[in-house]
């Protein structure tokens, strides 16, 4: 899997100023697209889309620096649809104007380097998981569109988990027939900043659920048929989630016979009350690589 990640890399390098195709990267590693940004943005920390744009603006940046290239020409090379979307982003990006690239000490340049992934997987660190098939279910509680956030406690979504009041909570109790039969995080609808700047998610803050409803007062979100791995882990509260979150993104996924399917993302927490001994669960939908997903 390695290798198929820097080959796709090297081919994303190759055509920054051409246009890349989804379905190239696709035939390259031999997953989906999904599976591909969702691993990118485990292993690196920032979305596809960010990386993609922060590449093109620091070979813009040395482009720049020739006597022969102008901010016109530069702009059009890496797919900017005008000269001044292209100079909002570099402005943003490098702190100044590309027509000022010159002017600049070299020293005061900015640089954003090609990634290169070096995974390793290591042998007898224990990670207990299973494999389970779960008909279709629904999240019900509440929901809203906050940035992604990898690292810190992302405060939008603190800010949803202090707006539920209390009828919305004895709600999702009431109907709170799935296990783990308490409330969950799910993540879902990643929007890897192609149509926002640095990328967006839903995030729902609910109760799994197979009844029927109506469920007044809670958004509802479907989830068909999938197979789930499940990840448990007990220990420091975040330290030991956040520690089997990277497990799975930079050993388990990489040397299994899985990929991701486009579902959301579960984790809870069983108690909070001893922060030092806690357990928790991360639920991420799967399906054998090279067979079909079933989300629409």
């Not at 005008?82 to 570099?90: L, P, Q, T």
């Not at 600049?104 to 007898?124: A, D, R």
Request: contains cysteine; aromatic residues 12%.
């Amino acid at each position: 899997m390695q290798s198929k990640m820097n080959e796709a890399l090297q081919y994303i390098e190759e055509n920054l100023g051409l246009g890349i195709d989804e379905k190239k990267i696709e035939k390259i590693v031999g997953t989906s697209i999904y599976h591909f940004r969702r691993m990118f943005s485990f292993l690196s920390g920032m979305t596809l889309t960010v990386y993609i744009r922060n590449r093109k603006l620091s070979n813009a940046m040395f482009d720049l620096l020739r006597e022969d290239v102008n901010v016109t020409d530069t702009a059009f090379k890496y797919g900017y649809s005008s000269v001044d979307g292209f100079s909002r982003a570099f402005r943003e990006w490098a702190g100044f104007n590309p027509s000022e690239v010159k002017k600049q000490n070299k020293k005061c340049l900015k640089t954003f380097p090609k990634l290169t992934f070096q995974l390793t997987v290591q042998g007898g660190v224990e990670m207990n998981y299973q494999i389970v098939e779960k008909e279709a279910f629904k999240i019900i509680g509440v929901s809203k569109k906050v940035p992604i956030q990898f690292e810190g406690v992302n405060p939008a979504i603190e800010q949803l988990a202090n707006s539920i009041t209390e009828q919305q909570k004895e709600k999702m109790q009431q109907h709170a027939n799935i296990e783990p039969k308490q409330v969950i995080n799910a993540s879902y609808h990643f929007d890897e900043g192609r149509r926002h700047e640095e990328g967006y998610l839903d995030h729902m803050i609910g109760v799994l659920t197979d009844e029927g409803g109506p469920f007044k007062g809670l958004d509802v979100l479907e989830v068909p048929d999938h197979t789930w791995a499940i990840f448990s882990s007990q220990g420091t509260f975040p330290k030991a989630m956040q520690e089997t979150w990277a497990k799975i993104a930079a050993e388990w996924l990489p040397s299994s016979d899985y990929e991701l399917v486009e579902a959301p993302e579960i984790s809870f927490v069983e108690d909070y009350s001893h922060l030092d001994h806690v357990y928790s669960e991360i639920w991420i939908a799967v399906k054998k690589k090279n067979e079909k997903s079933i989300w629409k």
